[in-house]
């Protein structure tokens, strides 16, 4: 998968290869000029460009403000050589990012039909739907709320199922205040308050710490199951964790699809499967524990 980063153009190159890249894709195959990619809005919208690792922007998208309240996403855009690799998702995030940062409420976007099942798994939900029959390039309006307090940037829903089985199946998680912080498809992100979590030196216990890394390993499989479209029982068969620094203030496990080895191959064939992740822990930015956990999903019988 393609390393990226999110930035912000600034320069007159960097708004070069942005408007390219919008153009080439959002108004190059309809036959379009170039010119036609720009609006009005430009000058006082909120742009974020991905870039790879050469600098070559693979993804543009902007915000602009409808109200105080309301912030629209458009000219949403992802090079179609990078398509596939949860881009988009991480365009979305920074986009969302920047409007809850300045008070928005709900974002709106219209989007053509091609797009509406990625809008949708985004959190998105349709607020008014286009005749596509009549008009097959029209487009549906979607809104998402910002302002709930357990903001999930790709499939929330999936996320609060996973959240409320935790609670209910595993009470320990919910004593110790265990919440799905973040899934953008890619990545999943698991925290606890120190407050609930602590030992005799004001730090995290490390039961703790190795419960956290445990659950975000367990999570993303879990995730990525229902991705697939397959179910499993998952069960930790391994695990091993080393402590590197001590977690005074916020603790945070993060695992990454492209640290995972294993598939889902055997699974599919009604065979149990093995997995090998390996969850970083963080005291808010800094890496304080490596954990890694080898997983056997059951298939069904």
């Known amino acids: 998968m393609t390393k990226v980063s999110v930035i912000i153009p600034s320069s007159e190159e960097t708004f070069t290869r942005y408007y390219d890249l919008r153009w080439r894709v959002l108004r190059k195959p309809f036959k379009r000029p170039p010119g036609s990619e720009k609006d009005a809005y430009d000058q006082v919208g909120d742009h974020r460009m991905l870039v790879n690792e050469k600098g070559e922007a693979i993804g543009v998208g902007r915000i602009h403000f409808n109200s105080p309240e309301e912030a629209q996403i458009r000219f949403m855009a992802v090079d179609p050589k990078y398509q596939g690799e949860g881009h988009g998702v991480s365009l979305i995030y920074a986009l969302e990012l920047a409007a809850k940062e300045q008070g928005a409420e709900r974002i709106v976007i219209n989007s053509r039909e091609n797009t509406l099942g990625f809008y949708i798994r985004c959190g998105y939900e349709l607020k008014e739907e286009a005749d596509t029959v009549k008009n097959p390039q ?11 307090p357990d903001y999930i940037v790709y499939r929330p829903a999936w996320c609060e199922a996973l959240q409320t089985i ?11 205040g265990i919440q799905i912080y973040q899934y953008t498809g890619r990545t999943f992100e698991v925290r606890a308050p120190l407050a609930r979590n602590i030992n005799v030196h004001q730090t995290m216990f490390a039961g703790s710490i190795y419960t956290l890394a445990t659950l975000a390993g367990w999570g993303m499989i879990q995730l990525h199951l229902q991705e697939e479209g397959l179910t499993g029982g998952i069960v930790l068969a391994d695990g091993h964790i080393e402590y590197k620094a001590p977690i005074d203030q916020e603790p945070r496990a993060v695992v990454s699809l492209s640290d995972m080895e294993g598939n889902f191959g055997g699974l599919k064939q009604g065979k149990n499967t093995h997995l090998t992740l390996n969850v970083a822990v963080y005291d808010g930015d800094d890496f304080a524990a490596m954990f890694t956990g080898k997983y056997v999903v059951k298939a069904p019988r």
């Open 138 to 148: 029209a487009e549906h309006q979607l809104v998402k709320a910002l302002d709930k």
């Open 166 to 176: 935790w609670h209910r199946e595993i009470p320990i998680t919910e004593a110790m």
